[in-house]
């Protein structure tokens, strides 16, 4: 268990994908991060956890760019991206994919023209290029030779892969859940789990970010769990640090008791 500040950097000896510095962002009077710093590690899954409303969601749009911090620093891959120009950001964006809850699909168009769209946007291939590329993330995701199939006719677990295949479509090198299993039933819940181990076996020095409330998943798959409790990364570790942790603020995090510092429901 450690938290940055007992960590100096210089004891770090490989590069880590994300570095937070520092960052601080307030929305009208509310400070949602109030100095965050962290390091998430190259090749890793890395869960982010907390209660609701303690800042995960904005936590993964300032890694995305979407948002920006009031102050602090904020590296992508080595790369500074603090006060960076918005095509920095682009080309930074370009490396992260981003699963939505949902999926986000296009109702009106083929799964292979979803899957497509992104690459449409961002890269200039001949068609035979593109139904390759469509075709083989397809088969990634487990849902080969559907590249004709109707957004509509599929399963909710067969959505969540084509939501998959369209997050990769531009083979980024970090791969962002939010909340991929919050209202699902069990049995999707566990096939994105399965999904998010699979992707990260299947693609070499992926490093994957997840933010999740279902504590037991995040134990099972985590690498290293990041814990962002009032604006600050108030612990990370290994899952047994954390199930090991005499911490009152963790210990109930990870039972979800009513009661202790917490002091209301976790979820
Ligand atoms: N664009 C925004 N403008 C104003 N407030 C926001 C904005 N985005 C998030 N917030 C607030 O920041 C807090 C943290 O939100 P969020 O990161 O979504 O929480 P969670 O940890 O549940 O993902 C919430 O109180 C939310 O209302
Ligand atoms: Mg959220």
Request: proline share 6%; charged share 20%.
């Given at each position: ?5 007992t ?7 490989h590069s ?7 960052v601080?962002?307030?929305f009208a009077?509310?400070?949602v ?23 995960k969601?904005?936590t ?6 979407v ?20 095509t920095?950001?682009i080309?930074?964006?370009?490396n992260?994919?981003?699963?939505f ?5 296009f109702?009106?168009?083929s ?9 449409r946007?961002?890269e200039?291939l001949?068609p ?18 559907y590249?004709n ?17 369209r ?11 939010d909340?991929p299993?919050?209202g699902?039933d ?18 070499p020095g ?5 933010i999740?409330?279902d504590?037991?998943s ?8 990041f ?17 090991t ?9 990870i039972t979800?008791?009513?009661?202790g ?5 976790i979820?």
């Amino acid at each position: 268990m450690s938290s940055r500040s007992t960590i100096p950097s210089a004891a770090v000896n490989h590069s880590p994908v994300v570095v937070f510095n520092d960052v601080r962002k307030t929305f009208a009077q509310q400070q949602v991060l109030r100095g965050l710093s962290f390091e998430l590690q190259r090749g890793e899954i890395s869960f982010i956890i907390g209660r609701s409303g303690e800042g995960k969601s904005v936590t993964i749009k300032h890694i995305i760019g979407v948002l920006h911090p009031d102050s602090g620093e904020i590296f992508v891959n080595g790369e500074k991206l603090t006060h960076a120009p918005e095509t920095k950001w682009i080309e930074a964006r370009r490396n992260m994919g981003l699963l939505f809850q949902d999926g986000a699909l296009f109702d009106s168009m083929s799964v292979g023209e979803n899957v497509a769209f992104p690459i449409r946007e961002f890269e200039k291939l001949t068609p035979k290029e593109l139904t390759q590329r469509v075709d083989s993330l397809l088969e990634l995701v487990g849902l080969p030779g559907y590249g004709n199939a109707k957004v509509p006719d599929l399963s909710i677990g067969q959505r969540k892969r084509v939501g998959l295949a369209r997050a990769l479509a531009l083979n980024p090198s970090i791969l962002l859940y939010d909340e991929p299993t919050t209202g699902m039933d069990p049995l999707i819940s566990e096939l994105i789990d399965s999904l998010i181990i699979e992707m990260q076996q299947k693609i070499p020095g992926l490093s994957s970010v997840v933010i999740s409330h279902d504590i037991q998943s995040v134990l099972r798959l985590a690498d290293r769990i990041f814990f962002l409790h009032e604006g600050k990364m108030y612990a990370t570790g290994r899952p047994v640090d954390f199930t090991t942790s005499t911490d009152p603020v963790i210990r109930q995090f990870i039972t979800g008791s009513l009661h202790g510092p917490l002091g209301k429901p976790i979820a």
